[in-house]
């Protein structure tokens, strides 16, 4: 999860998902969020685009899931209309009616077909949406469509975030300058397999539907879904992608025999990244962002179980809060994971200071590992000595702010 | 979880491991917490005593249980010799060799073999035991035994525990008064698969080896492992049931095809599902315990699976804090969890009042709900409509205070 840029990736100053060509979006507040803050988001690309998207798996979708599940499946898209203040989740046969009908009117506004628009909201479950703001809100954020309104679409996604999430960046893709870029929103319910979070990527590379959709599941895999804050995984977890070709108008669609294939690669998974971390940093009431790398395991799939057995250990998190480096905890949680572990073989590394070797603590003085927990930002690395399996996974502490911002709405 | 008393089951006052006859116990400060406070507890047989033994399932096995598995598979018992303020784990060979010495030295004072002696510990990992304290300890606890020691015992085994935790009941079997009682700690690390736990029951009636052991398996299952804090099982955690048969000289070993038999296994589920409720009821920094109950899942292990995921969930935990219902986030949950669900057929009830019904919010005021979750405690059942399968879980909310109490040692 360290994102250190390839020298042909340029990255922009204020990127964001109107960086690549031919897109545009708005962020407006319709009145959705009792705060008054902006709630209601809209993306465009002036031409139909390319889409890849991945939804949250878990059982119990929300109704934009469901309805823009359907759209992305066949379809080109023209639009992403998202709301916050209210998920839309849990709201049955009514609820898909709203996701429907939300659809319908950025269509209608917009001049293309509903099936073109995707649709995705975000805030609290079990809530009818109020549809007389949500069809006010959608006209208004058509009106206010602008080439350079990425990141204020990116606000009006927030929910407990506290910044705006917008990154982009640029390449050079048979001589002409192809730009990829997205926003997000995180906050809570952050954890593999989608949280309770928004992505939309943009970019003006051509690329087929194939391609694109398999690109984007292998950067998903390393990015969004190696993030966590507090494991739970939410209803509406959403990554969209769309692709429209503006730059690249008179070039053949990339695929992966293209030279220069493995550079669009590393930029979209450097944006992912990017996002991704993004959310951590501001994961609810977080001081520690903290990497965890798993060696030696004895298969990739035990690397993950055991990176996610610690970075989601109550125990642990709230060890890092109080900048204790209790490695006993780790091995605690190593031990209950369902990875296969050999206690005397285990290694444990804080910034590559050895803690733990053949399972026992090493000569390393507490004082200088209390040193490195105490930062603001580290890497745990855990070294199994079974096999070559390797996952890396970025986490952050448990604090008493994250309960209290959980405690209500 | 919710405990009934049996008519034919006599709850004693101030009950305990030595409520039983023929077994004795101390608790002494032998000088292994910094606080000064008791932590060297002994618990001896007058007769070698048959056992059953639980142990953690965590792959990092602490030494004690290492030594205890191998002392309880095949003889009987004598004693249990326990300490707190150090876990002895991740301590190596070492630990494997200090661990066996407290068994050697308890023998020696108890004029038994060492395989005759059992050894507990828990505390922090990684640290190695202080020998010469640890042995002296054990001598002065083994000239405190007492017939009425086994308060005192449980006392000494408390680490973040605020209270002592024991029980006792008598039932009458073929006309002679049989006696169950015990003791256990807890307090973080709970959850289902032994957490740093440490249970100590005895009865004094006359049972063979085989059926003590299958009853065991079976309460443990409805009991310990029923019960959850924060989600972490711990390298420590011991469950052992001791039957000395003081009570039942004259009489045939207890077997299943016992009239009886029923009676007993009653007793000793409801002894060990008391001190289960009497650890959550401790959890750090709690304010809530929770009953949840899953019905009509798929299967048995489906209920299970969504109890836990449920009881589990940081952000349900929060919201529990806060006594806020929102029931969206258990639907969420149930949505993550592995077990099969149809989230229109989904009904959830807060001690009875339905807050979901198809998946959806029912027309009971929020107030209303609000209501049962602002109490210290409550039950939440939940109803998937789609088989026979049942689980019971007992939890906790997660508080500031349980991060506060977890950034240190």
Redesign the interface.
């Known amino acids: 999860m360290s994102i250190s840029s390839h020298p042909q990736i340029t990255v922009l100053k204020n990127g964001s998902v109107t960086s690549a060509r031919g897109f545009r979006a708005a962020g407006i507040a319709a009145g959705i969020k009792k705060t008054k803050g902006k709630d209601m988001a809209l993306i465009t690309s002036d031409v139909a685009a390319e889409v890849a998207a991945v939804f949250t798996?878990?059982?119990?979708?929300a109704a934009p899931v469901k309805v823009s599940r359907e759209h992305a499946r066949t379809g080109k898209v023209r639009a992403v209309v998202a709301n916050s203040g209210n998920?839309n989740?849990?709201?049955?046969v009514a609820g898909l009616r709203d996701a429907k009908e939300m659809t319908e009117v950025a269509a209608k506004e917009l001049g293309c077909k509903a099936k073109e628009v995707l649709v995705c909201s975000t805030g609290?479950?079990?809530?009818p949406l109020p549809m007389p703001v949500i069809r006010r809100g959608i006209k208004e954020a058509a009106a206010a469509l602008d080439p350079s309104g990425g990141v204020v679409a990116a606000e009006a996604m927030m929910t407990s975030d506290t910044f705006a999430k917008h990154y982009a960046v640029r390449i050079e893709l048979d001589g002409v300058p192809v730009t990829l870029g997205g926003i997000a929103k995180g906050a809570?319910?952050i954890h593999p397999?989608m949280a309770t979070m928004l992505a939309f990527v943009t970019t003006d590379a051509r690329i087929d539907r194939a391609t694109l959709r398999a690109c984007v599941d292998e950067c998903v895999e390393q990015s969004f879904n190696s993030i966590s804050v507090?494991?739970?995984?939410?209803?509406n977890d959403t990554v969209i992608v769309l692709a429209n070709g503006a730059a690249m108008t008179n070039n053949q669609p990339l695929t992966r025999k293209h030279a220069q294939f493995p550079l669009f690669l590393q930029a979209l998974r450097q944006v992912m990244r990017h996002l991704s971390r993004l959310i951590v940093e501001d994961g609810e009431g977080i001081t520690k962002v903290v990497e965890i790398v798993v060696k030696g395991a004895a298969t990739r799939k035990d690397a993950k179980l055991a990176a996610l057995a610690v970075g989601k250990?109550?125990?642990v998190k709230?060890?890092w809060?109080?900048?204790?480096p209790?490695?006993?905890?780790l091995?605690?949680?190593?031990?209950?994971s369902k990875a296969?572990?050999r206690?005397?073989m285990v290694e444990i590394f804080y910034n590559g200071l050895q803690a733990?070797v053949?399972?026992?603590?090493s000569k390393a003085s507490e004082a200088r590992i209390r040193k490195i927990v105490a930062k603001r930002s580290f890497i745990i690395t855990i070294h199994l000595h079974l096999g070559a399996g390797e996952y890396t996974f970025l986490t952050t502490d448990?604090?008493?702010q994250?309960?209290?911002l959980?405690?209500?709405?």
């Open positions: 798996v878990n059982q119990v979708q998920a989740a849990c709201t049955g609290r479950i079990g809530i809570g319910m397999d507090d494991g739970d995984t939410s209803t250990s109550t125990l709230c060890s809060c109080g900048e204790d209790n490695w006993g905890r091995m605690d949680a190593l031990g209950y296969k572990i206690e005397e733990v053949n399972g026992q603590r448990l604090t008493e994250y309960v209290t959980n405690k209500g709405e």
